[in-house]
């Protein structure tokens, strides 16, 4: 399968606790999003990679959050001392470069974390 | 920031029955991206539209890019249960930088098709 993959699908914490999840991009893409979706609602843009290169940062994206892609391929988003308030799925994307087709986020599966 | 109003929230019909939702925005997005989730997966692309009045079609999805480039709707002809989910416009705004590639959903249509 030649999709996005998020490891892990599902992440249970206790507060204060930190986290990583990683993303695996479609192997042809350098653009790479974070999104975190809560119940009921879209979701919402978190950070984005060109290659290496942090691009964007949301202001949801607190200094709890970090995000990294150090080769360019997979990338990784790190909660420090998480709080209730983070439980959400967390989404990653990945798109081409190029005119239009740089505009079609594939989204992989999700992790759901759920912060006790 | 940027808001995309989506309805109708929700919408029950019947297995065969076409449906229609849209959206709005406040200000003019440069591309429209439909999506559908299912319960504990990622969104799925189903339509991308790039230019203001085109009209696209997927098997039995038809949307279209609102020639003011503030709104999109989506349609469903003859639906069948598989359609149940959620789906989501998203839209990428017009930026005087051009770098910014973020999209902003709106908070989905609940597509519930009775048998």
């Known amino acids: 399968d030649t999709g996005v993959s998020q490891d892990p699908r599902h992440k249970i914490t206790k507060r204060g606790q930190n986290v990583t999840f990683r993303c695996d991009p479609i192997?042809?893409?350098?653009?790479l999003y974070w999104y975190r979706q809560t119940l009921g609602q879209g979701p919402e843009f978190l950070t984005y990679?060109?290659?290496?290169?942090?691009?964007?940062k949301s202001r949801l994206l607190s200094d709890r959050f970090s995000a990294e892609r150090p080769k360019g391929s997979f990338s990784t988003l790190e909660i420090q001392r998480t709080e209730q308030g983070d439980s959400a799925m967390y989404l990653c994307?990945?798109?081409?470069?190029?005119?239009?087709?740089?505009?079609?986020?594939?989204f992989g599966p999700g992790t759901r974390l759920t912060v006790l | 920031g940027q808001q995309l109003n989506q309805s109708p929230q929700s919408m029950f019909i019947q297995e065969g029955e076409d449906v229609s939702m849209n959206c709005t925005s406040s200000s003019i997005f440069n591309t429209w991206l439909w999506y559908k989730q299912d319960p504990g997966e990622g969104p799925v692309l189903l339509i991308a539209l790039y230019k203001a009045g085109e009209l696209t079609s997927n098997g039995r999805l038809t949307a279209q890019f609102g020639i003011t480039r503030k709104d999109s709707f989506l349609n469903i002809s003859a639906s069948i249960p598989s359609d149940v989910g959620i789906y989501f416009c998203a839209g990428q705004p017009i930026l005087s930088s051009g770098s910014a590639r973020q999209l902003t959903f709106g908070s989905g249509t609940q597509l519930t098709v009775l048998p």
């Open positions: 990679f060109q290659n290496e290169a942090q691009l964007e």
């Open positions: 192997s042809e893409h350098n653009r």
């Open positions: 994307a990945s798109s081409e470069t190029g005119s239009s087709l740089g505009f079609e986020q594939f």
